[in-house]
DNA sequence: GCTTTTTTTATTGTCTGACTAATGCCCAGG
DNA sequence: CCTGGGCATTAGTCAGACAATAAAAAAAGC
């Protein structure tokens, strides 16, 4: 069993400055009826990680504004009844993705969106954690429709028969199972992967395999929310032809026209 | 002063696994004489963030290699004569830009290069500090030539009276300057950073930032090591001016030509 | 002999409380 | 008005302990 944690200290005047996070659900799970909490996924894990992404969550949401100053280490730390070396851990890792900015003295401050590392994997899944704006999801797909074009372009003239046999596979189960299910998702992201593999260019491949995960995040909410969406499964299927007869020019148009049906349908989703 | 930390254990046998950190150069500044060592430039910083870099550098240049596992926290802390903490700390950093993940008892371990964030900035700026494979560099242009004239296409439609502006008077520092000077290299990433701002689109705007930030150093390198590159300036004039009249066809075209006159030069410096 | 369960053990994870160092701010002196 | 030196505040580093986890090894069951 854990040592009990020395408790919130008698001087609750000290400042009058509150801590706002948002969700007020303990960090760890040391409550007894510990079951599942209807919609949101209990962040499972180490401490310092579910801290960061509590904190990343209300950074993004606007929480905490860009500028402001956190509560400094003691203070959060007691408050979150977590000890400083956690806490401090949680923060390096916002600050190592560009998020806040610590300095003796003065404190940790979040830093300026436009520094943010936005397309950092874990940074887009806290995103999509609460409802992104419209902004930015257009930002998004705007994004995808410049860079997925042109990677099916380029793995169209670099596949190798590998390749397509994998794309091939994961479409199959596609076709089986849809988006609905678990393993559909999961072989939508393998199409996806085989095809930015394809490519040959891993700096195109760490952007878009971000942006794929982001986006699956939006796919399982829709399979969740909106069964009405259009049937992905043939739109892939042109996608993979094209590049299966190494028709660079096709895929470049068909994976446009994917990416366009899916941003329809995303959002629909989110602002009906 | 600081306190004297305790010195490496008698028991230098325990494991035969050397630290195999690179530079041998000691993280803290206090060695007496700690004149520039030529070329390297000595990090300056927080000890977790002098690590991290020195690690980071280390797993992209193959020192680690994917797969490996790092000697465990207290063996490597006291190698390095630092506190369990701050190397805490550091792994925290390369944790959250996808290069290592820890587990109790399997301990920490390189993940696959695949995963690795490789657009973020600090990891880029990490890639350039020794000399990247010419395999990346190719990847990198290729992304930006996906990229950039995109940006600009929609810079030159979206653009305000006062972003204009803003080229207008970076362009100006950079052709008094030229690249040789730093404040003429910080006008350049002025003039991109208008044109970015100008696309409306935080998520290309983060991708780009990080790229133009990550290229900006090999234009320093450049500098130094080989005077005979071209005159990007009317280079810039032209995508400049074509952003200024809402020509997204040509703002596209000039940016297009742009890139790939970088990327000869760029080629021509590290792999003459 | 094989599988399943329990125990061991190595390693990261967390906690505590102290000290160090950087740096913004105020105030005295020019 | 500016300037430089203390002072106070905060992150940074340190040390050593114990807890939790998961892999590996041992024991139990079939």
């Given at each position: 069993m854990r040592k009990p944690i020395s408790n919130t200290p008698p001087d609750e005047r000290s400042t009058g400055n509150r801590l706002k996070i948002s969700s007020s659900r303990p960090l760890r799970g040391d409550s007894q009826h510990n079951a599942a909490t209807h919609g949101h996924t209990m962040y499972q894990g180490r401490l310092h990680g579910a801290l960061a992404h509590r904190l990343g969550v209300d950074i993004l949401r606007g929480t905490f504004k860009s500028g402001e100053i956190l509560p400094n280490e003691i203070e959060s730390s007691s408050k979150l009844a977590i000890s400083r070396s956690a806490y401090r851990e949680a923060i390096r890792i916002l600050a190592a993705k560009g998020m806040v900015e610590s300095r003796p003295k003065t404190g940790t401050r979040v830093t300026e969106r436009?520094?943010?590392?936005?397309?950092?994997p874990e940074v887009l899944g806290w995103m999509f954690e609460t409802e992104p704006s419209q902004d930015f999801i257009k930002a998004l797909f705007e994004l995808r429709l410049i860079t997925e074009p042109a990677a099916a372009e380029l793995a169209a003239i670099r596949r190798s028969d590998e390749q397509v046999e994998q794309m091939r596979a994961a479409l199959e189960i596609m076709k089986r199972d849809?988006?609905?299910?678990e393993t559909g998702r999961r072989a939508d992201l393998e199409f996806h992967h085989a095809l930015i593999q394809a490519t040959s260019n891993e700096a195109l491949a760490s952007l878009s395999s971000s942006i794929e995960a982001a986006v699956s995040w939006t796919t399982r909410y829709k399979a969740r929310h909106n069964?009405?969406?259009?049937?992905p499964v043939p739109d892939h299927e042109r996608v993979f032809e094209a590049i299966e007869r190494r028709d660079a020019g096709g895929a470049r148009w068909c994976m446009e026209s994917l990416i366009r049906m899916a941003h329809e349908d995303t959002q629909k989703t989110f602002h009906p």
């Open positions: 436009e520094r943010w590392n936005l397309l950092d849809t988006l609905q299910t069964a009405l969406t259009r049937d």
